[in-house]
């Protein structure tokens, strides 16, 4: 048995090392708790090194999901961040905030409160622009984020392609015109990863009210007559309890804060029977309505060596991993994706269905060559608004065993099609004039038909890793969390993760996660100082 803290907060990722700083700078006292370790290793810091992190076993969970059934039962790897900083220590830095008209849809969903407007004063909060703050953009947050200055000749053709085809260019995605092609924000400092850990745990590391535990998996949530009390734990020092006075805040991410909750007995109580799992609050939403996007690769042969496909070679990533260690400079220093766009591949949408993101060399998302190490540049097609769920279930009532993912990738056949269609608009770019000269044979999907497009979009597409809405938030009595991230029916509970998000956002969710959280944060700190008050 532990002694009590104020807030017990669960889960050292994007959200949770959020939550933790917010809090601890109120003289709160706070305990943290993370499955991983506190890493330091190269591959966290040195942003080329994603792609190797996020498949180490020492900095992620491991996860796949079930046969997919649309996908041609191909299983679907999961990374999650196992390590403090979470997924943001080891996903690919791209800094997407959404369409406002994202935020339109929560606020239907969750109240006024998650409107764009509503929601722009916290990205600005978060972030130091490379660019410096405006109307749109922070200039003092925690976060820093770049506007990258393209490495590579190609990403400028890339461009002028893009306007050839008749697509507008944006100088700032993030900020009043997402619509359209420009520089694709990073969370990269100085050369080096800027994650929420970097961020928000590193300045109060030293703070006496703050005390982080890593190596501890929560494994149930305690309960005492329907208000949450504390936490149960599992670590190599075995099993222990620790107590909150105010809140536990659960920022597992979107995979296992609902598997923590079904442990704890709050779900599905037919679910959870059939695990032997008493039930303390029957919430069947719980772990439905996953979400996720997904996307295939575009990719081309370049006749010039231009590309950056030589990088991927042993004795060129030795050089590039010193130069990095040097200076913080060179190809070690970017993640390659410096370009997106956001287009509508068809008339009528009131937003972008599909990202494109360009990077001027072949590769596979595991950083290994996608097809030896010939020069060739490719496109991600990214499908912007899926309208397929998923659900996350318990597999065992071992609250150490992996859950049961089963996401129903592409579900609906129009998904297909407009993926189709953003094929079809980056085979309209690369055939404009700007790109003549670096035009070689397309290597994927290299068909044409529309049976032959279907079947490599169903045999290709892959998880864009961007988890979300197994706990979502909402004005109804089904949502699992109110629009202040308070689980409907146990008091003292709260969730500030990717989990409650109501509806995926319109390109990739680590961003909108810590807004989610900054948001949050303050009602939380609301909540507590009126309590002190009453």
Not at 221 to 242: D, F, K, M, P, W
Not at 444 to 470: D, M, Q
Request: one cysteine or more; hydrophobic letters at 35%; aromatic letters at 8%.
């Amino acid at each position: 048995m532990d002694r009590a803290f104020d807030y017990v907060v669960v889960g050292a990722g994007s959200a949770g090392c959020v939550v933790t700083n917010r809090l601890a700078t109120t003289g709160a006292d706070i305990l943290l708790l993370e499955a991983g370790k506190d890493a330091s290793s190269i591959l966290l810091k040195m942003p080329a090194g994603f792609a190797y992190a996020s498949k180490n076993p020492s900095f992620d969970w491991g996860l796949s999901s079930e046969s997919e059934p649309y996908l041609g039962g191909r299983t679907m790897p999961c990374p999650r961040g196992k390590v403090v900083g979470g997924s943001s220590a080891v996903n690919a830095m791209a800094f997407v905030r959404g369409h406002p008209l994202d935020f339109a849809d929560w606020a239907q969903q969750a109240g006024s409160e998650w409107s764009y407007v509503n929601c722009l004063p916290y990205f600005k909060k978060l972030e130091t622009f490379s660019r410096g703050a405006d109307a749109f953009r922070g200039g003092s947050g925690p976060l820093k984020i770049k506007a990258p200055e393209y490495s590579n000749p190609l990403y400028g053709y890339f461009l002028k392609a893009c306007q050839q085809a008749g697509y507008d260019l944006s100088p700032d995605t993030n900020g009043a015109t997402m619509t359209g092609f420009g520089p694709m924000d990073q969370c990269i400092d100085k050369g080096r990863r800027s994650s929420s850990s970097t961020a928000y745990l590193d300045p109060i590391r030293g703070f006496s009210n703050f005390s982080l535990r890593t190596g501890v998996q929560a494994t149930r949530i305690l309960l005492e007559n329907g208000r949450a009390t504390g936490v149960e734990y599992r670590s190599i020092q075995g099993t222990g309890i620790v107590f909150a006075q105010r809140e536990v805040i659960l920022c597992a991410g979107a995979v296992h804060s609902p598997t923590l909750l079904m442990l704890s007995g709050i779900g599905d109580s037919d679910h959870l029977s059939r695990f032997g799992i008493r039930t303390e609050l029957n919430r069947p939403s719980v772990g439905k309505h996953l979400q996720d996007h997904v996307d295939v690769t575009v990719r081309q042969l370049c006749p010039l060596p231009i590309t950056e496909s030589k990088a991927l070679r042993a004795d060129q990533r030795l050089l590039i991993g010193m130069e990095w260690l040097l200076f913080k400079k060179g190809r070690g220093a970017t993640n390659h994706f410096e370009v997106g766009g956001y287009i509508e591949t068809r008339h009528g949408l009131d937003r972008p269905n599909i990202q494109l993101c360009f990077m001027p060399l072949l590769v596979s998302y595991d950083g290994a060559p996608a097809l030896g190490h010939r020069h060739g540049y490719q496109i991600s097609v990214m499908l912007l608004q899926p309208t397929s769920r998923g659900t996350v279930e318990l597999a065992s009532s071992d609250p150490l065993a992996a859950p049961k993912l089963t996401f129903n990738y592409l579900t609906n056949k129009d998904e297909v099609s407009q993926l189709s269609e953003g094929i079809q608009a980056v085979r309209s770019i690369l055939s404009q004039p700007a790109m003549e000269k670096f035009r070689g044979v397309e290597l994927a999907p290299g068909v044409s038909s529309n049976g032959a497009v279907e079947k490599f979009i169903r045999e290709t597409a892959k998880s864009t890793h961007h988890v979300c809405g197994t706990c979502r938030m909402g004005l109804n009595d089904d949502a699992v969390v109110d629009w202040q991230g308070r689980v409907r029916g146990i008091r003292s509970l709260r969730i500030a993760d990717s989990s409650i998000i109501p509806k995926i956002t319109s390109g990739n969710i680590n961003a909108p996660t810590v807004m989610l959280a900054e948001k949050i944060s303050d009602m939380i700190v609301h909540d507590g100082s009126q309590s002190l008050t009453n």
